[in-house]
């Protein structure tokens, strides 16, 4: 019995705490400013901005024909990478979730030879370019062509039809991507991020400065429970954030959830996980940290380069190699990449396992590091 009464005292005394911690955070200016104010600012400006990078993805059918000048040509671009790594079927399957802008196949008929290139409205802008650089080019080949012809005696018309381009365009059925798809994900990321390392970091370190914790040691409550009182506001808090952000952008920008209310509670499932990640590095700080004013600098380094180089505002690819590679080693970048697979690809946590699995293992090092470098008083 005294077991059970315990148990219950800590469970009630942990749900004191979430209760007036949260209401600590609602009155918080920066909390509100940093988990909701924030993203939704940039979620508006971005909201209204049309356009993509000129990065191109492209497919080429297997069986093109490789050795043309078209291909040889299109192939040194600038800016364009062409995918050697998929077959035909997962071509048309990335083709159809955005992942790449077209896909071209080249061949040679009888009497002419033929560019063919499809692309998606799931990547429509960028497949309007791939169709633009092509038709240049294949205009160019022909004008080329035909100038040397003509400049032979007697022109052999059915010599310069054989030796002629033509481009063929086709378009498949795929959702519209659009930026809001882009730009509302990162802005999720980036408010878990702030939330999860500036206000954990602030609020132990005010904790303990301010002897609070202390006077919780006076009561029977046991400290993982004082951890988790505080967890359990911050995370109903940010939950609630992330519901107004992705409630406004589906409903004033049109942001995508493929499959609907079950969109919605995987991304706040992944919002959830993130959040509990990113506060294991504010538990390092506030344990690290000597005096608040080094909270600041020292949260900034931590945040500041996941904002700037995890796909929070522009691609990643849109960055050079040495960049991409720092990218790709942090949370924030797997953070965002699930939760735009899931909502615009309708990927379940099983397709986005590899993401979900650095996540875990950030989450397994980080916590092993704050358990090193907390301190209690």
Do not use: C
């Amino acid at each position: 019995m005294e077991n059970n009464s315990t148990r219950y005292n800590n469970i009630r005394a942990m749900l004191a705490i979430s209760k007036a911690s949260f209401r600590s955070i609602i009155k918080n200016p920066s909390a509100v400013i940093f988990s909701l104010i924030f993203p939704l600012v940039f979620i508006v400006v971005f909201g209204f901005i049309k356009g993509n990078t000129i990065r191109l993805e492209v497919g080429f059918n297997p069986d093109s024909d490789t050795t043309s000048s078209t291909y040889l040509i299109f192939s040194s671009l600038p800016n364009i990478e062409i995918r050697k790594d998929l077959s035909l079927n997962e071509m048309e399957d990335q083709l159809q979730k955005g992942r790449i802008d077209a896909i071209v196949g080249i061949e040679k008929s009888e009497n002419i030879n033929v560019v063919n290139v499809i692309t998606s409205k799931a990547s429509r802008e960028k497949g309007m370019f791939v169709k633009s650089v092509l038709s240049n080019l294949v205009d160019k080949q022909n004008l080329i062509y035909i100038k040397q012809i003509n400049s032979q005696a007697g022109v052999d018309l059915q010599k310069v039809s054989s030796q002629m381009t033509e481009l063929r365009e086709s378009e498949v059925q795929g959702r519209e991507y659009k930026m809001i798809d882009f730009i509302l994900p990162g802005q999720l990321g980036f408010s878990i991020l702030s939330a999860g390392v500036f206000g954990t970091a602030f609020i132990f370190f005010s904790m303990r400065q301010t002897l609070v914790l202390k006077r919780f040691f006076a009561t029977p409550i046991k400290r993982s429970y004082i951890i988790l009182g505080e967890a359990i506001s911050r995370l109903v808090f940010q939950l609630i954030g992330s519901l107004i952000i992705i409630i406004l952008g589906k409903y004033i920008f049109g942001f995508t959830l493929i499959h609907g209310f079950t969109t919605l509670v995987e991304m706040l499932l992944l919002s959830a996980m993130g959040l509990i990640v990113f506060m294991g590095f504010g538990f390092v700080i506030s344990g690290i940290a000597k005096s608040e004013s080094v909270i600041p600098p020292l949260a900034n380094v931590i945040t500041l380069p996941q904002f700037l180089l995890s796909g929070t505002f522009f691609p990643i690819d849109a960055f050079p190699g040495w960049l991409q590679v720092i990218g790709k080693a942090l949370p924030l970048t797997y953070l965002n990449d699930a939760l735009r697979k899931v909502a615009f690809e309708g990927a379940g946590f099983a397709d986005i396992s590899t993401q979900l699995l650095v996540i875990s293992f950030w989450g397994l090092f980080i916590y092993i590091a704050a358990i090193r470098f907390f301190r209690w008083e």
